[in-house]
Nanobody
Framework: EVQLQASGGGLVQAGGSLRLSCAAS????????IGWFRQAPGKEREGVAC????????YYGDSVKGRFTISSDNAKNTVYLQMNSLKPEDTADYYC????????????????????WGQGTLVTVSS
């Protein structure tokens, strides 16, 4: 059974950093697209970043470009989201998701393409 576990959230001050982890079991990160999404209260789920485990190509949402970095350690079946220069508007529940059907980052910000989701990890950025 495919399972994803997101971790690493917490409370940080604006300008600080956090690294989120998404650990997978039941499959391997060798031919998947993995996405990070976030959802703040009253807002729609937003695609943050994606990576293809096949070729390590990446995608970033405009609001996080230059601040966040997604990476994949295929040997550990783990994807990371390094978040730097955090802003209060980054406050949200963060989720990771896996797409086994389309191992590219094209249209990876669409949450409907993903088959498996982990539970959220809360990131709170104080001003």
């Amino acid at each position: 059974e495919v399972q994803l576990q997101a971790s690493g959230g917490g409370l940080v001050q604006a300008g600080g950093s956090l690294r989120l982890s998404c650990a997978a079991s039941g499959f391997t990160f060798n031919d998947y697209a993995i996405g990070w999404f976030r959802q703040a209260p009253g807002k729609e789920r937003e695609g943050v970043a994606c990576i293809s485990s096949r070729d390590l190509s990446t995608y970033y949402g405009d609001s996080v470009k230059g601040r966040f970095t997604i990476s994949s350690d295929n040997a550990k079946n783990t994807v990371y989201l390094q978040m730097n220069s955090l802003k209060p508007e980054d406050t949200a529940d963060y989720y990771c998701a896996a797409d086994e059907l389309t191992p590219t980052v094209k249209a990876c910000a669409d949450p409907l393409r993903y088959q498996s989701w982990g539970q959220g990890t809360l990131v709170t950025v104080s001003s």
